[in-house]
C-alpha cells in the first residue's frame, strides 16, 4: 500500500496535518492536493477540533509545486503543448488557500525547514507562521520565469510592503526564518530544539480561547484592507452584534467577573 501523503494527529483539541512526501521536501503533486483538501473538510466539520497545525515532514515544510508531477508538469520535449500552470492554480491552489483562509478555528503554519514557490505562500496565508530557525522561506517562482502564486502576490506586500515584496519575488533569495520575522513576514521564529514545543504550545493556547472570534477576527482584518476607515468600524460593529449574541462572549464576561477561567465552546 503506498504511503499516505498527509498524516492526520490530533492532542486534546489541537489537529496536525502533515504533509508527508519528504523526499521532494513535501512538493505538491494533484494527489496531495487531493488528499490535503480532504484532510482539511475533514478538520473543518471536526467540532473537536479548535486549532489547526499545518506542517511538513523532514526536512522541508514545502517546495511549492513538485516540477515533475506529469499530471502538471511541463513537457519538455521540443515543439510539445504549453502546460497552463493557471488551470493548476484555480483547480488547486486557489482552493486550498480560500479553504484556509475560511477554516472556523486559527491555523498555524509550523514551518520545519525549507518553505519556498507555492509552500511559501500556502504557509503565508496562515493565520500565524511559526518557524525553526533554521528554516528558510524562497519565492522561488522568479527562477522559472513565474509570478508569485497561491496568494502570494496578495500577501507579500500586505505583510512586508511594496519594496520588500519586490525584492524578494524578483530576486528570489532565501530569506532565513530570522530575517522573516524581522521583516513581518512571519509571526515568530524559533530554536530548533523549542519549535515543537513552542507550535504545541501556541496551538493549545489558541485552541483554548473562542476560535470563533478568533476567526472573525482573521476576516474582518482581511476586509478592512479594502476598507476605509469608517467603514471597517462598521463592520467591526456587525461582527460584535453576531459574537455578542454567542454563548463565548456570556462566558468570558461572566468568567471575568467570578474571576476564573473561561471555558469556550463555540466554533
Ligand atoms: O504547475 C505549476 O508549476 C504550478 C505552479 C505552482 C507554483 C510554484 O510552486 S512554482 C515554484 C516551484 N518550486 C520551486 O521552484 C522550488 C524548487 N526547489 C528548490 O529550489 C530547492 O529544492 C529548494 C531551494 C527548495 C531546497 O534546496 P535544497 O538544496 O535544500 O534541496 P534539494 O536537493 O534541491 O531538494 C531535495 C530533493 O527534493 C531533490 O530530490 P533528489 O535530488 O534528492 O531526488 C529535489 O529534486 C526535490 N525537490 C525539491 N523541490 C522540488 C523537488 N522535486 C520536485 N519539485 C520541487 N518543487
Redesign the pocket.
Known amino acids: 500500500m503506498s504511503e499516505a501523503l498527509v498524516l492526520v494527529a490530533q492532542e486534546g483539541a489541537v489537529r496536525t496535518i502533515t504533509l508527508n512526501r519528504p ?3 513535501n ?2 503533486t494533484s494527489a496531495l492536493h487531493v488528499e490535503l483538501a480532504a484532510a482539511l473538510v475533514a478538520a473543518e466539520a471536526d467540532r473537536s477540533v479548535r486549532c489547526l497545525v499545518l506542517t511538513g515532514a523532514g ?2 515544510f514545502c ?7 506529469p499530471s ?3 513537457d519538455l520535449t521540443p515543439g510539445a503543448k504549453p ?1 497552463d ?1 493557471g488551470n ?2 484555480e483547480r488547486f ?1 486557489k482552493p486550498l488557500a480560500l479553504r484556509l483562509r475560511a477554516m472556523p478555528v486559527p491555523v498555524i503554519a509550523a514551518v520545519n525547514g ?1 518553505a ?4 511559501a505562500s500556502i504557509a503565508l496565508g496562515c493565520d500565524m507562521v511559526i518557524a525553526t530557525r533554521s528554516a528558510s522561506f ?1 519565492q ?2 522568479s ?2 520565469g ?1 509570478v508569485p ?2 496568494g502570494g502576490t496578495w500577501l507579500l506586500p500586505r505583510l512586508v510592503g511594496r519594496a520588500n515584496a519586490l525584492g524578494l519575488a524578483m530576486t528570489g533569495d ?1 530569506l532565513s526564518a530570522e530575517e522573516a520575522q524581522r521583516m513581518g513576514l512571519i509571526w515568530k521564529c524559533v530554536d530548533d530544539d523549542a519549535f515543537a514545543a513552542e507550535v504545541a504550545a501556541t496551538a493549545a493556547k489558541l485552541a483554548a480561547m473562542p476560535v470563533a472570534a478568533l476567526a472573525a477576527t482573521r476576516t474582518v482584518m482581511d476586509a478592512s484592507m479594502s476598507l476605509g476607515y469608517a467603514d471597517a468600524i462598521s463592520l467591526e460593529g456587525r461582527y460584535q452584534s453576531r459574537l455578542s449574541a454567542a454563548p463565548d462572549f456570556l462566558e468570558g464576561v461572566a468568567a471575568f467577573h467570578a474571576k476564573r477561567p473561561a471555558v469556550f465552546s463555540d466554533r
Open positions: 523526499k521532494s521536501l512538493s505538491f526536512r522541508g517546495a511549492g509545486q513538485d516540477l515533475a508531477d502538471v508538469a511541463p502546460t500552470v493548476v492554480i491552489y525549507v519556498a514557490g507555492a509552500g524562497i522561488a517562482f527562477k522559472i513565474l502564486d497561491a532565501k
